[in-house]
């Protein structure tokens, strides 16, 4: 007799690597320190660690096309010869420093935008589609790596993101009409690679569709069944793969596709999975996503395991299982956390860890033995822990939750009063100039923390270390002639793990590391329990840095949405909850900032648009709790206390009547590589308050001229009355370095006075 099995695969496993090394390589290369052929070896090395490990784990795929060198978007518009047209590059002979111009851009090039991928941490970079784009054949990187697996003797199947939603995510460029018009064009594009592929004996070709898990509108999903009919006649078996949330509204049209097997997020929404398994096509494999790609927690397997009994016995071995998305969003392995206490760390699952349990899955299916038995008995014990555990529940944060009131959410006075208030307070001049908060992150700065956290160097030689940091920071912004300073945030890691570090309910992992774009990574931390704030985080150093200049100092905070959002979140309460939980603890920090001195807090909010729901009938709910918290954190300062926020890298046109609600005095927004094209919807609403549109675009290494400036700054003031205008880069500067920094904010500075003594001259 045969034992029951289920396929077992992932959609795609963490490219960085267990310590970082892409990362690292990448900026060895871009720092001229390496080559491109030293580059590659260490892609190749990791490409060939990961496939192993999904092998010696058990899977019966391995996942090829998974790996790009910044970006998967990115490498999937090389590999159709679709990179933005004005970078005049042809991706048939394209080198990485071509690639990596596109996303970073240089002296001659701006970069493409960069937004970010659905409601995740990670960004991606957003093709420009003009009326030349064309596809076609490009970089043959993909080809290469199915030959690196297939020499290694694995059994793969291919990543590919699909046509419909690589063409929706994009933006019109230079006069193009409608993107979808382009869609014939790139439907070849695909048809010949996806036959060369079958050619060469792929098996599977998984073909990603998120966008089916938005509200599209009909004429993109009218476009699906021709699409793929066209594309099925001479591609491998495709397996269609959709993540992020349900496409159960999608049942019928996913029927009538002639691919070979469709994939679900059930961790997202499993209710969706009744809209299918019932009358499900007998010649189709269905994929279950079923362990969550996106948290760090165990899965609870007795549970998932009963979804899976119950699938297996109407689908049989057309049954596959897998994680609810790519591991992207994960880190890699928990073999490597060597700090986390032993009670935490069994709650755990990471990348590597999701691999066992996807396979266990499968095997629980036909048998019993020992090694599975074991595997599930630790499921339930790690379960039992959590919930008994003492240190997740705090009996004074759920005192103070109940104590919570409707004037908790309220300023004093209407923003009208509150600005003159503050104009009198602060005196600053027309088109004030600010930054939005780091300074540049040297290797002496990561020195001196990490010598302290070592234990090699004592609390009075760090303080006076940071200290001098800050005195560097202020002196430099004075030379520069800022209006409001920042004290650099020498002594932040990062800009959540730096508060969640100090409050009660938040763990941190060594090497937990996640990617959010190219090179940079960030350690999410893991909130366990109920957030409490035991004492002040910033205050000491932030009233040090307001000792050293007259002018208004501003107080840097992460707002209570982006330490949700950024966090591994726990998984036993709602959300909400937990977002008021952090709000709570951030209004404590607001205030004891305001008693101290500070006129000026920012409460940095860059995650409030990630964690909008992908449908809008789910917005309101959403919007109304993550508004609440902001206002809750703003709400107890008096009139002449300036609240700043700041949004970066993400489409808020669609939620500013929310973004008003959050009634900050000033916001600063992401807007210099979409050349203000975000501010627009801005001023069509006739947002109420003031605000700084970007003019600096701080992830690229090219320094931007004061002209440059003054033409964005000029364009803002179409839509931006000149006395609701302030002028700063798009971003904190932590990953830069000096010598860009000080020409950038110096031509900064001189832009935005060119443009005051003009109005000056117009006044008089």
């Known amino acids: 007799m045969t034992r029951a099995h289920a396929s077992t695969h992932i959609l795609g496993y963490p490219r960085i690597g267990a310590k970082r090394e892409l990362k690292q390589a990448l900026e060895s290369f871009w720092s001229g320190q390496s080559d491109e052929s030293a580059l590659k070896a260490t892609g190749r090395a990791l490409r060939a660690r990961h496939w192993q490990t999904q092998q010696a784990a058990g899977l019966d795929f391995v996942t090829v096309g998974d790996f790009a060198w910044y970006d998967q978007v990115l490498q999937t518009l090389a590999l159709f010869n679709a990179l933005p047209t004005r970078f005049g590059f042809d991706a048939q002979t394209l080198d990485l420093g071509q690639l990596f111009t596109c996303a970073r851009g240089n002296a001659d090039h701006f970069a493409m935008e960069m937004t970010k991928w659905f409601d995740t941490n990670y960004h991606y970079l957003v093709p420009e589609y003009t009326p030349d784009t064309r596809f076609g054949g490009g970089a043959r990187w993909l080809l290469e790596e199915l030959a690196e697996a297939r020499a290694a003797g694995y059994s793969t199947k291919v990543a590919l993101i699909g046509p419909l939603s690589l063409l929706y995510l994009g933006k019109e460029k230079r006069g193009l009409a409608d993107r979808l018009r382009l869609l014939p064009d790139l439907l070849n594009a695909y048809g010949i690679l996806l036959a060369e592929l079958h050619e060469t004996g792929v098996t599977w070709v998984q073909i990603d569709e998120p966008i089916l898990a938005l509200d599209l509108p009909a004429v993109w999903l009218a476009a699906f069944l021709p699409s793929y009919s066209q594309l099925a006649v001479q591609a491998p078996p495709l397996l269609l793969t959709t993540y992020f949330g349900s496409v159960a509204q999608h ?143 705090n009996a004074q944060v759920q005192k103070r939750l109940d104590k919570v009131t409707a004037g908790d959410a309220e300023r004093i006075s209407p923003f009208s009063q509150r600005q003159l208030a503050q104009r009198e307070a602060l005196n600053l001049p027309l088109l004030p100039t600010t930054t939005i908060g780091s300074f540049p992150q040297t290797p002496d700065i990561r020195a001196l923390r990490a010598a302290y956290k070592r234990g090699e160097l004592g609390n009075l030689a760090y303080l006076e270390g940071m200290r001098a940091q800050i005195r560097l920071a202020v002196d430099k912004q004075n030379e520069y002639g800022l209006d409001v300073l920042v004290h650099g945030e020498a002594e932040r890691n990062d800009m959540v793990e730096y508060f969640g570090e100090q409050l009660w309910g938040y763990a941190f992992s060594e090497n937990g590391w996640v990617q959010s774009y190219g090179s940079r990574c960030v350690k999410p931390p893991i909130l366990y329990g109920d957030v409490l704030r035991p004492e002040a985080m910033t205050v000491g150093w932030t009233r040090y840095a307001q000792s050293l200049t007259d002018k208004p100092m501003k107080g840097m905070l992460s707002g209570p949405i982006t330490m949700l959002q950024w966090s591994f979140v726990r998984d036993d309460q709602p959300r909400a909850t937990t977002a008021l939980q952090i709000a709570l603890a951030l209004r404590d920090e607001v205030r004891d900032l305001e008693n101290a001195g500070i006129r000026v807090i920012q409460i940095d909010e860059p995650a409030l648009r990630e964690g909008l729901p992908l449908c809008r009938e789910d917005w309101a709910v959403y919007l109304d709790w993550a508004v609440r918290a902001f206002r809750i954190t703003a709400g107890g300062v008096s009139d002449a206390t300036q609240i700043h ?80 205008l302030w002028v700063n880069p798009d971003c904190g500067l932590k990953t830069r370095i000096w010598s860009q920094v000080d020409p950038a904010l110096t031509a900064m500075v001189a832009a935005a006075k060119r443009l005051r003594e003009e109005f000056a001259v117009q006044a008089s």
């Open 645 to 724: 926020t700041h949004m970066c890298y993400a489409e808020f046109n669609d939620i500013l009547p929310a973004i008003a609600a959050m009634d900050a005095d000033v916001i600063t927004i992401e807007t210099s590589r979409s050349d203000m094209e975000l501010l627009e919807g801005f001023g069509e609403f006739s947002y109420p308050n003031e605000i700084g549109p970007g003019v600096y675009d701080i992830h690229s290494p090219r320094t931007p001229t004061a002209d440059e400036m003054e033409r964005l700054l000029r364009r803002a003031l179409k839509v931006i009355p000149v006395k609701r």
């Open 251 to 393: 049942a019928e049209l996913l029927r009538s596709l002639p691919v070979a097997g469709l994939h679900l997020d059930l961790v997202r929404a499993p209710e969706q999975l009744a809209a299918f398994i019932n009358g499900y096509p007998s010649d189709r494999v269905l994929s279950l996503g079923l362990i969550d790609g996106r948290n760090i927690w165990r899965s609870d397997l007795d549970r998932t395991l009963v979804t899976v009994q119950q699938a297996y016995a109407q689908l049989g071995e057309r049954l596959w299982l897998s994680a609810s998305c790519s591991l992207l969003h994960v880190p890699v392995d928990l073999a490597h956390e060597e700090k986390l206490d032993a009670e935490l760390k069994s709650w755990l699952a990471f990348a590597r860890q999701k691999l066992d349990e996807i396979v266990l899955l499968s095997r629980a299916l036909g048998e019993r033995s020992h090694v599975v038995e074991a595997a599930l008995t630790a499921s339930r014990a790690a379960l039992s822990s959590r919930r008994q555990s003492t240190r997740v529940t």
